[in-house]
């Protein structure tokens, strides 16, 4: 067994197949971080970094890939012209375990979907774990730990090597172009890893989705899913079992009803709204009490770099959104300001398109500032469109900049739309550095 990748999920892969008795190599073209080095050599697993040995990694039986390496490496288009099987993290831990799987992907809203079911179910008793796209790495949980339940962030990447792992409860919140520099720039291409989670997933399991997004319910016209469906959506039309009405959000699953008042949601914004109502359907699915699940939707704090209320500095509030990694995220960020707002977006672009957003920074945005190396398409799209646009190359520019240009009761929004790569190591780094720089205001 031959693992590719030597992150979080690659080492938690080789970790279980050590355990399960496999001969378990590691292959990693760059360097690894010094705690996954150190626990390699605990568990006694043979590795290499900073380069492949291609003799070896081609004789494998099966290869597990981390959800980093594209298919476009060249390793991997070895691996392919040689026949050897590819399969994910996911679908590797999914062998050894009898756990119920609750497993959430989306364009948007995933992690703070996740980890409010985990909290719900958490809050409630369940012997529940948090893995996937979050936490740790779902495979070193399964060797190292022993749960009932598990609540998966599941993003594109982990499900293009599904094949056999199936969720008991399926939930995709929306889809909306994103990562379309890893899809050849083909929409579908994003669209069908998308669409895996409701794979091998039978009648007695629950598919729960947004049934006001027109590429989803496209897709479920034309695969027409075996599981019991669960839709959700803004008011009751037709089929939604979960919707908002007279200012209260409304779920009725297991011929019971629950409401409670919207202003009571721990969570923000009509998107967090949505992530709620798909979250109550998996409580009630799962026999979670009211009283309980009102406790957990009123009381769950949110996610780190996702509208993250950091400060406010002389009359102007500063917020986080660095997990914004695309258009539509930000989209919702921004339909969610209630003030003037100046917005640090910019980045490495995965193929954006900025038209989404347009309205809303020409209503919404005292100035722009783009904070990344390259920002020739961002001035392209939006130059002319508000009063002030700047540039930034560090952090520390950008937060300068924006207490410079705000004005009392605005707000400095940092919601980029794009990945952190160019300039830093990732989002959480990007919003560390934001929240670190508005400190020192």
Known sequence: MVVLGGGES?????????KEGFAVFLSDKGSLQDSHRETLQAYGIEFEENGHTEERILKADEIIKSPGIPDTAPMMQKVRHAGIHVISEIEFAGRYTGAKMICITGSNGKTTTTSLI?????????????AGNIGKSFARQVAEEHFDYYVLELSSFQLEGVYDFRADIAVLLNITPD???????????YVDAKMRIIRNQRTQDAFIYWIDDPIVTQQIAKLKPTATSYPFGEHHNTDEVAYTENGKIIIQAKEREFNMELELLA????????????SGIVAKLMDISD????????????????????ATVRGVQYINDSKATNVNSC???????????VLILGGTDKGNDYSEIEELVKSKARALIFLGKDNSKLHAFFGGMVPVIREATSMEEAVKTAYQLAEKGDTVLLSPCCASFDLFQNYEDRGDQFKECVRRL
Request: proline share 1%.
């Open 118 to 130: 985990y909290h719900i179910l958490k809050s409630a008793g369940l012997n529940v774990g948090l």
């Open 267 to 278: 969570l923000e914004g009509l998107h967090n709204v949505y992530n709620s109502l798909a």
């Open 291 to 310: 009283e309980q699940l009102r406790t957990s939707l009123s009381d769950f704090k949110g996610v780190p770099h996702r509208l993250e209320k950091v």
């Open 179 to 189: 990562h379309l520099d890893r899809y050849d720039h083909d929409l579908q291409h």
């Open 10 to 18: 690659g080492v938690g892969s080789a970790i279980l197949a050590k």
């Open 331 to 341: 989209w919702y960020a921004l339909q969610s300001m209630r003030t003037k707002t």
